[in-house]
């Protein structure tokens, strides 16, 4: 069977996750890490929401997902147990994306959004049983105890801020889905990152943002001889160096 944090156990397994999501992103991180490939195990793509049915019905043997249903699987199906959490295989951070010509005549909206969703999270981390009571009203079946708990993993990673990480998360992504034959090619992520609207909603330069960021987790991206900004550099945020931007605590439950 499937052992608690072995990797190796998931080997000749069923496990579901949502295609082309952060969780299969995930998946494919913890089966390297444990020395397997997606040629070792089964991948059934499955939405979150079906997947404890998935589990409690026996048509997979684990799962991959954002909470609250890893929660809600520990909760409600008989046995199962939490493979792992975590555990350093990728770098997670969800972008806000829009058209370049829209965003180039849009600033001032884009940061009222910004300043309105980052009151909002900091809303959370200081009230997070208050979000969780209003995430029951928005999932169906969410309950409270559930919400509470899984609040307690979210709110982690509720960070506007930005930082060279944030350009580290785009590109580990494409750089892992690139390696693993996923994606055929990959792009510079630092022409499909604009941060002046965060940097001006919190109220610092460019340059003192990611030099204080990066000095805080010890993360320096170089800088470009023709550019007044920092620029990242793969080469400066060597793969299995640790760092994380954001990850996002996820479960695989057998």
Do not use: C
């Not at 003192?208 to 960021?213: K, L, S, W």
């Amino acid at each position: 069977g499937i052992v608690k944090g072995d990797l190796k156990s998931l080997k000749g397994k069923k496990i579901a996750t949502s295609f082309g999501t952060i969780n299969h992103l995930y998946v494919l991180g913890l089966l390297e890490k444990g020395g397997l490939t997606t040629a070792d195990v089964t991948l059934v793509n499955t939405p979150p929401p079906e997947m404890t049915v998935a589990l409690l019905a026996k048509g997979v043997d684990a799962f991959a997902a954002w909470d609250p249903a890893p929660v809600m699987g520990m909760k409600d199906v008989p046995g199962a147990i939490e493979v792992i959490r975590g555990g350093d295989v990728i770098s997670y951070l969800g972008f806000n994306i829009a058209l370049r010509p829209w965003v180039e005549k849009n600033g001032a909206t884009i940061e009222k959004f910004l300043a309105g969703v980052s009151e909002a999270d900091q809303w959370m981390r200081k009230n997070p049983k208050q979000a969780a009571a209003i995430g029951t009203r928005w999932i169906p079946g969410l309950k409270l105890d559930v919400a509470e708990t899984a609040m307690q993993y979210n709110i982690q990673q509720v960070d506007r801020r930005i930082s060279a990480h944030n350009y580290r998360a785009l590109w580990k992504a494409q750089d892992t889905l690139q390696r693993l034959g996923v994606i055929k090619t990959v792009f510079d992520v630092n022409k499909h990152i604009e941060p002046k609207f965060i940097l001006n909603v919190t109220g610092r330069d460019q340059d003192g943002v990611r030099r204080e960021q990066a000095h805080r987790t010890q993360v320096h991206p170089q800088r470009d001889a023709d550019a007044s900004g920092a620029v990242f550099r793969p080469a400066a945020h060597p793969r299995g160096s640790g760092h994380q931007a954001g990850l996002r605590l996820q479960a695989l439950i057998p």
